[in-house]
Structure formats: C-alpha cells, structure tokens
C-alpha cells in the first residue's frame, strides 16, 4: 500500500538543492542516558528551544513499502546543530522515512498511529517533547546541561529510530531535521502538506461513524487516493457487521 509516493518525491528534490547539509549513520552514535519520570526542562534549565510556539514547526511521518526509498540508518541535519546554536530559539521541520511491510486497507490507520506516537517514547537526559496541540507541530527543549555534554540531532536522531526498529512493521528509517531557517520549514510544510490531508483523511474516516463523502473537508483527497476508497470501504463494512 502506497499513500505517500509523491510527497517523498518531492522531498527529495527539496532536499537536493539545500546547502550546509551534515549526515550521519546511526551506527556510531554516542548513548545517551534515560531521563526518567522527572525528565523535566525547566525554563531555567533551558539551552535550546526548537519548534516553540514564536516559531514555524512541522513534524511529519511518511511511510513507503518500497525500500529504495529509504536511506536506512541515515541522519541528515540541515542547518545548524544543537551544541552550537545555545541559548537561542530555532524553527524546526522533522521528516521520519520509514520503509514498512505489510501495510493493507485494514491496518493502515492504526500502524500509522503507533508509529507516529513513538516520538512520545524518548527518554533521553535533558530531552523534552512538549505537548502538541496543532497537528504535525512539534516543540522541544533541550537543558543547557545536556548541551553542554554534546547532545545533537544525530543522537536524537538515532534514539528515535531505535523506537522504530523495534516494531515488526519496519524494515528501515530514515530522519531528516531541519533547524536552518524560517523559510525552509515552511517549504517543508508546504512541501508535507499533500501527506497531512491524507492523514486527516484516515484520522476523520477511523474516528467518524458516518463516513459521508458528500459534506467531508476530505472529499478530493479520498477521490485521488485509490487507497484512501479501499480504506473507507473496509470501514463501511466493518461498521456494519457491528452494528
């Protein structure tokens, strides 16, 4: 099952004409300690912010079961690194590519839930995911302690694609960070927009009993997205076999 195809083309392209960029494999990475339940950054702990509310932010997660699309164990950061950009604020725009396995009408909506709620997981020492009330929005902070102890988006970008490798589904991942500037968030944004109305799509059919076409914000998508038919379909019929 494809839903995502043409979004991780383009993303592509947008990454190749982007400058200063710095990659990694995961392998290598340094370990970084669990925080715990007290794994609080306090805002006068606070060394880095990224994707707070005064800044643009897009988080998104996009799935293919074609494994060249993937660059598996690749870290790729563009703009400046977190060690090195103390004491201030950054945009942030953050792409999982994950290369998954067995992705059907009946599954989709529920893997791609538990995949996109691994980010809730990360436990590293002086790591903060803030509560995200927009979607696709993401707000971190990070202690001036930990920063000064080296922690940097290879790390971050390491630890979550150990969360993803533990799931049956995943084959490979893939994570790009963008910290550079405004601009190129919102062209990332822009760029994810297409993935964001498909995944409001499988978010509105999964939690709404009717399913009506007629008055659906989602209408156009779910007509382009042979998919996103077979989806609703299913649903249909699963709801009438319990009714």
């Known amino acids: 099952m494809e839903l995502f195809l043409d979004t991780i083309t383009a993303l592509r392209d947008f990454m190749g004409g982007l400058?200063?960029?710095k990659t990694w494999d995961k392998n290598g990475s340094r370990p970084w300690p669990k925080g715990g339940p007290r794994n609080i950054v306090l805002s006068e702990d606070l060394g880095l912010e990224l994707g707070s509310p005064e800044k643009e932010s897009v988080s998104c997660l996009l799935w293919t079961e074609?494994?060249?699309?993937?660059?598996?164990?690749?870290?790729?950061?563009?703009?400046?690194?977190?060690?090195?950009?103390?004491?201030?604020?950054?945009?942030?725009?953050?792409?999982?590519l994950a290369g998954v396995h067995g992705f059907n009408e009946d599954n989709a909506y529920d893997r791609h839930k538990d995949l996109d709620y691994l980010r809730y997981n990360l436990d590293l020492k002086g790591f903060m995911l803030?509560?995200?009330?927009?979607?696709?929005?993401?707000?971190?902070?990070?202690?001036?302690?930990?920063?000064?102890?080296?922690?940097?988006?290879?790390?971050?970008?390491?630890?979550?694609?150990?969360?993803f490798a533990s799931q049956d589904c995943v084959k490979s991942v893939e994570v790009l960070y963008i910290t550079s500037s405004t601009a190129d968030v919102l062209k990332l944004k822009e760029i994810t927009g297409p993935a964001e109305k498909i995944i409001g799509a499988m978010n509105k059919m999964a939690e709404e009993m009717d399913c009506d076409c007629a008055d659906c914000d989602y209408q156009e998508v779910c007509d382009e997205a042979t998919e996103l038919k077979a989806m609703r379909e299913k649903l249909i019929q699963k709801r009438k076999k319990e009714a």
């Open 19 to 21: 400058s200063a960029q």
């Open 130 to 163: 803030r509560a995200v009330s927009q979607f696709m929005r993401e707000w971190c902070r990070i202690s001036t302690e930990a920063l000064k102890e080296g922690f940097n988006a290879r790390i971050l970008g390491a630890a979550l694609m150990d969360l």
């Open 66 to 96: 074609q494994p060249g699309l993937v660059n598996n164990g690749r870290i790729t950061l563009i703009g400046p690194d977190f060690p090195e950009s103390r004491g201030k604020s950054l945009p942030l725009g953050k792409v999982v």
